[in-house]
């Protein structure tokens, strides 16, 4: 079962516009992942954010954490065309290895 | 350093036979992961493994599927009497013990059953 849900399921954008996509999740956990796919493939990590971090900052790459409403945001700043893939939250539990993930946000950046 | 590799990266086969996947992790990661991910939706868990040993098959969804690590190092995933509706593509990804967070992926092996 999937533990977390991303917002929205589609984002379409301009380059050089941001991209913000959210996620939910519904059990208290240890941190939240944000990965990325292309075509279908092979996951690359982007960013791991604890669950006593509220912000994270990685290139153009920001992500939240509220855990009080159970949910983090990722924020791509000035888009590129290699920005388009797919982009998923996946949540770790307490004391757990497992990751859950989403369905996912496909971002398209139009050039 | 060489990242995880998965063989082969697509596999087309018939209803009712037999295959396996094959997951080579990063050269020192103990432990090691399978996912499955179908069309549309986030991987899913389906088997950890610390070192030779299983910990956690919770994720298979039935005994057709059975993994395998006998070395501690490459992992293979079988699936018997294979079913259209195990047509996805299975993710294999490693860690290291003391950083279980932090798990790399291999490229997916995209399975097809006719």
């Known amino acids: 079962s999937q533990q977390g849900e991303e917002d929205p399921q589609a984002l379409s954008i301009q380059e050089g516009e941001n991209a913000t996509m959210n996620c939910s999740y519904k059990t208290s956990i240890n941190n939240l992942q944000w990965y990325r796919q292309n075509s279908g493939r092979g996951l690359v990590h982007l960013i791991l954010?604890?669950?006593?971090?509220r912000e994270k900052h990685s290139g153009r790459l920001r992500v939240t954490l509220d855990t009080s409403k159970k949910s983090s945001s990722l924020l791509i700043t000035a888009s590129r065309a290699a920005d388009t893939a797919s982009y998923f939250c996946a949540t770790v539990g307490s004391n757990d290895y497992k990751l859950s993930f989403g369905a996912g946000t496909t971002v398209t950046v139009r050039a | 350093g060489a990242g995880v590799s998965q063989t082969p990266s697509n596999k087309v086969t018939e209803k009712g036979k037999y295959v396996e996947l094959r997951c080579d992790p990063i050269?020192?990661?103990?432990?090691l992961y399978w996912y499955r991910q179908s069309l549309g939706q986030g991987p899913e868990f389906l088997i950890y493994?610390?070192?030779?040993?299983?910990?956690?098959d919770s994720g298979l969804p039935n005994d057709r599927f059975f993994a395998v690590r006998p070395e501690g190092s490459v992992s293979t995933l079988k699936i018997q009497r294979t079913e259209r509706g195990d047509s996805a593509v299975y993710l294999c990804?490693?860690?290291?013990?003391?950083?279980?967070?932090?798990?790399?992926f291999g490229p997916g092996t995209r399975l097809t059953v006719l």
């Open positions: 990804a490693s860690s290291t013990t003391t950083r279980i967070n932090e798990q790399f």
């Open positions: 050269s020192g990661h103990t432990a």
């Open positions: 954010i604890r669950s006593n971090e």
């Open positions: 493994f610390q070192g030779t040993g299983a910990a956690d």
